[in-house]
């Protein structure tokens, strides 16, 4: 099952990680994180701008280091993207929150929060999740088209998370909000 857009596939394997529907990639890389492989590039780097920090000269510039330790891990980035979805395991998914959850964590555990690197701004993937029945929209939910909400058959709900009202969700685009109301999942 390819999902495309990067964030909203995040939020889907942590919802499967909450059924205990892991898949086997995936299932690896947290193994992998747990006995602390990926630190490892985390730690480099933070040892390049300490080290610079302290007067010590190397060739490796500390600022670059310092912008890498707070982004993602490319290695776990990539080896995540590449995790295949079952279609089985899509299909039992009838609720989903749409935030940056415990994956987008152990990929940039130095992150501010403020960046949007997982952010997702096109839900089009949404309608592989064909017995979908509740969403809740939360802080990574950025997509200003939500047209394909309206071509899911089970959605019942649509509510927003804490700190935005739903209908802020559909500044964008009133016609789906209202056409969804309409539905009654608004």
Known sequence: MQIKNPGFKLVVLDHLIQLNLIPEGLSL???????????????????????????????????EAY???????????????????????????????????????????????????????????????KNIKKIEFGSALVAKDL?????LEKLQEIKSGVGMETIDYFKDDMQTYNSLKLKGCI
């Open 29 to 63: 890389i947290l193994k992998k994180q747990k006995e602390g492989y990926y630190d490892k590039y985390f730690q480099e780097l933070e040892n390049i701008w300490s080290n610079e920090s302290a007067g010590d000269e190397s060739e490796d510039d500390p600022d």
């Open 67 to 129: 912008e890498n330790w707070c982004g993602i891990h490319p290695e776990m980035e990539k080896e995540i993207f590449e995790t295949e979805i079952r279609e089985e395991d899509i299909l039992k998914i009838e609720k989903l929150w749409i935030v940056a959850g415990f994956l987008s964590g152990i990929l940039a555990p130095h992150c501010s929060g403020e960046e949007e690197w997982f952010a997702v701004d096109d839900i089009s993937d949404i309608l592989l999740l």
């Open 147 to 151: 047209s394909c909400l309206l071509k």
